[in-house]
């Protein structure tokens, strides 16, 4: 599979952004997938995780309440809704994705074998 992030920009604290991962394959709804994110100088982290088919989702702790994921399988696609965004959010933003079926969401970096290029998300104060 294939993923395309997209949608990341330059916004104010205090506003939204959506993000975007678009997959190729037909078999995208069988994947777990989840957004990380790394500022420079500091290692991935976890933002959020969707199971395959919906069902459950993890967040950060740093992102819990702020932060949406949800994914509509008719079009490939897993969205991130980002509200109140903090300049601390300011970061590159990578989709990624493992063919998982279990009904937990994988937060290491490491469990997943398939990323998008990253889209950079700027949050001025």
């Known amino acids: 599979v294939q993923l395309q992030a997209s949608g990341g920009g330059l916004v104010q604290a205090g506003g939204s952004l959506r993000l975007s991962c678009a997959a190729s394959?037909?078999?995208?709804?069988?994947?777990?997938v989840a957004w990380f994110r790394q500022d420079s100088g500091k290692e991935r982290e976890f933002v959020a995780g969707?199971?395959?088919?919906?069902?459950?989702?993890n967040y950060a702790d740093s992102t819990k309440g702020r932060f949406t994921i949800s994914r509509d399988n008719a079009k490939n696609t897993v969205y991130l809704q980002m509200n109140s965004l903090k300049p601390e959010d300011t970061a590159v933003y990578y989709c990624?994705?493992?063919?998982?079926?279990?009904?937990?969401?994988?937060?290491?970096?490491?469990?997943?074998?398939?990323w998008g290029q990253g889209t950079l998300v700027t949050v001025s104060s």
């Open positions: 990624a994705a493992v063919l998982y079926y279990a009904t937990i969401v994988l937060t290491h970096p490491t469990s997943y074998n398939y």
């Open positions: 969707i199971t395959w088919n919906g069902g459950s989702t």
């Open positions: 394959g037909r078999t995208f709804s069988s994947y777990a």
